[in-house]
């Protein structure tokens, strides 16, 4: 069964930090990724990475901020974010492919978890 869960959202002041994790099961994905979509926005590619060996990509607007990051034993991607702003608040959404995925296209992820609100106030 796949199946992308993902945990630790929820309200913090702008220059706080909050972890993400994404438990996934299922397939052995080569490609896995962290999306955003606020309201009335596109969803966007935030980080992605590879799960082996773990190539990096981030968006423009959060890099030297967030940190994308496995542990393979237990199939679980994080996201590591600091100096969150007020405009990093968002749906966050874990995504995965069986494919290796260059960039932040949505529709190149298969599997998508359930999202995690990040709610970041000035």
């Known amino acids: 069964q796949v199946q992308l869960v993902e945990s630790g959202g929820g309200s913090v002041q702008a220059g706080g930090s909050l972890r993400l994790s994404c438990a996934a099961s299922?397939?052995?994905?080569?490609?896995m990724g962290w999306f955003r979509q606020a309201p009335g926005k596109e969803r966007e590619g935030v980080a992605r990475?590879?799960?082996?060996?773990?190539?990096?990509l981030y968006a423009d607007s959060v890099k030297g901020r967030f940190t994308v990051s496995q542990d393979n034993a237990k199939k679980t991607m994080y996201l590591q974010m600091n100096s969150l702003k007020p405009e990093d608040t968002a749906m966050y959404y874990c995504a995965a492919s069986v494919a290796w995925v260059f960039g932040f296209s949505p529709a190149d992820f298969g599997y998508w978890g359930q999202g995690t609100q990040v709610t970041v106030s000035s």
């Open positions: 990475i590879y799960t082996r060996p773990g190539g990096t």
């Open positions: 299922g397939y052995a994905y080569n490609t």
